[in-house]
């Protein structure tokens, strides 16, 4: 019985440690349920390792404190536990409305701490009673194999059984079936033809009766896509000057049955709408859903003066985790795909007369974009440049760029062997604070300090970023401390369901996109008054 208690109270007091920790501050404001529910999970995880610590403690015939010690050593820690507790709690309030200065963003009214602490021991018991279970289902295996082998073995292969049958029943029926109602679920909304949203006229736009691709493949984010953007009357209003409309070509997932079959009919719909006849032609690999960002889009249309091309490529009707989690290798194959084909044709054209190349991506996209070339395929023709956006803690190119950074560069916006090639930017430095000249071939990062898709790192479970480290970002809240587990399951929390206002987290402003392009692609024609003009226009 003695024994059971302190393993109770040795993970009572970890998990409360633990509990506490997840009350502060980290990369985005969170609302009191999702505070709630990582509070949960944080108090299961420090009790688990707390009963796990004294399992192997005991599994090693180690001595244990006995006696009235060991009572008074749990009344204490319990009470301890307690005052910690509510301590935290109380405080939480101040944490989140740090995040939410810097962000601009006004101070909550309260983050309710009871609301969260019920949350929270909901979530602990629904974790405790799992964890209890897969308990019982170890004993059940190591009694059995105790049969047949020393204790010691038979513990670590019930063990293993266990896992196994867990491992098992979640991924092959729970995940397997929520997978299923959610693919059904974003299938139909990816079908849905809005009413307000008209059949495209001009002939040179996809999903037009002239069009090789169906408007009814295109799927709703490509309708959205090929109908949005500025039109040639809103250039010519806004520059003073005649403007042609930009071309936007786009092909669904429905639009054929293979990525090759795609990204073919998209190169075909692309020449006939006179898109390797304009001066720029951009190839965007979307997100999962297969959304391309207007603020994106729009600014760059805008600043070449409607005198460029887009085409993209869908891959998938899921939200961006749930694609890389399920298609994370189909949305490379489309995207390599659709690269060999734009480039393929582009590289035949003579030098002096095709369009400046360049790729996009936002998030899933720029990972995407980032594997849809091989360096070794275009080091004799290359391609003008990238712009990637957001990019995932996974991407290769930002993921090297990133951890053999210049010295003295901080992690949240590195410099790379001087700016040669890769440059980074985001709200308050541009593109051109590098010492070393910009080459023909140039790949630039826009991303936020605050962004949890992309500074999201298992590693965080047991070491402190260095991100963290300062100097720290402008937009990262200077209460954010790290703590082994806890701060890695903050920064989940905050990439799956964390929400920012636009110019914060992973919600990119439409100025900063404009710097990014304007300090890439370089557009002709453009005073520094021009451009606060065209700041000013989408800043609205």
């Keep these: 019985m003695l024994l059971k208690e ?33 509070s949960g999970i944080s108090l299961a995880a420090g009790y688990g390792l707390g009963v796990a610590a004294l399992y192997l ?8 404190v006995r006696g009235r010690t060991a009572f008074v050593t749990t009344v204490i820690a319990a009470v301890l536990s307690i005052l910690v507790a509510l301590s935290f709690l109380w405080r939480a309030a101040q944490g989140q409305n740090a995040i939410r200065a810097v962000m601009g963003m006004e101070e909550a009214p309260g983050v309710h701490p009871a609301l969260i602490g019920l949350v929270a021991i909901v979530v602990f018991l629904v974790l405790l009673g799992l964890g209890r279970l897969f308990r019982m289902v170890f004993r059940c295996f190591s009694r059995w194999l105790h049969r047949l082998v020393p204790p010691r073995i038979s513990y670590l292969a019930g063990i293993a059984a266990a896992i196994l049958l867990f491992w098992t029943v979640i991924d092959g029926l729970l995940v397997s079936s929520v ?3 959610a693919d059904r679920s974003f299938q139909q909304l990816d079908a849905l033809i809005e009413d307000d949203l008209p059949q495209p006229v001009r002939p040179e736009q996809t999903g037009s009766a002239e069009s090789l691709v169906k408007w009814s493949d295109l799927g709703r984010q490509g309708r959205r896509f090929v109908m ?18 930009p071309i936007r070509v786009y092909v669904g997932l429905n639009s054929a049955d293979t990525p090759e079959d795609r990204a073919r009919l998209a ?3 692309l020449k006939r709408a006179g898109g390797f006849e304009r001066s720029l032609l951009l190839i965007v690999t979307p997100t999962g859903t297969g959304w391309i960002d207007p603020g994106s889009q729009d600014t760059v249309e805008y600043l070449h003066r409607g005198d460029i091309a887009t085409v993209a490529a869908q891959y998938s009707y899921l939200n961006s985790p749930l694609a890389l989690l399920t298609q994370a290798a189909y949305g490379a194959e489309m995207a390599r795909a659709l690269f060999a084909e734009i480039y393929g044709y582009w590289r035949t054209l003579p030098k002096d007369a095709r369009p400046r190349l360049f790729l996009a991506g936002l998030s899933l996209g720029s990972l995407n974009s980032d594997l849809s070339f091989d360096l070794f395929d275009i080091i004799d023709d290359p391609f003008d440049g990238a712009l990637w956006i957001g990019p995932p803690f996974s991407a290769r190119t930002w993921y090297r760029a990133t951890t053999e950074r210049d010295a003295g560069s901080p992690a949240w916006l590195p410099s790379f062997r001087g700016g040669s090639v890769v440059r980074f930017i985001n709200q308050d430095k541009g593109l051109d604070r590098y010492t070393m000249p910009w080459g023909s071939f140039r790949i630039a990062f826009l991303q936020y300090a605050s962004d949890p898709i992309t500074f ?22 200077p209460g954010l401390r790290w703590f ?31 710097n990014a392009w304007n300090g890439l692609t370089e557009p002709a024609g453009w005073s520094e008054p021009d451009l606060e003009r065209l700041r000013a226009h989408f800043a609205h």
């Excluded at 403690?57 to 244990?64: G, V």
């Excluded at 949005?228 to 042609?244: I, K, M, N, Q, V």
């Excluded at 999201?456 to 809240?477: I, N, Q, T």
């Design 267 to 269: 190169l075909e719909e």
């Design 6 to 38: 302190r393993l109770g109270i040795t993970g009572l007091v970890l998990g409360t440690i633990f509990f506490a920790f997840s009350l502060t501050p980290s990369l985005l404001p969170r609302p009191f349920a999702i505070q709630g529910i990582i």
């Design 228 to 245: 949005g953007g500025p039109s040639a009357d809103d250039l010519t209003e806004f520059l003073g000057a005649p403007a042609p409309s």
């Design 484 to 514: 082994p587990v806890v701060t890695m399951l903050q920064l989940a929390a905050d990439m799956m369901v964390g929400t920012a206002p636009t110019g914060f987290g992973h919600e990119y402003a439409a100025i900063h996109y404009l």
């Design 57 to 64: 403690w005991k599994y090693l015939q180690l001595p244990l």
């Design 456 to 477: 999201f790192s298992a590693g965080a479970a047991w070491r402190e970023p260095e991100w963290m480290r300062e100097p720290r970002g402008p937009d990262v809240a």
């Design 179 to 181: 997978l299923r109602v």
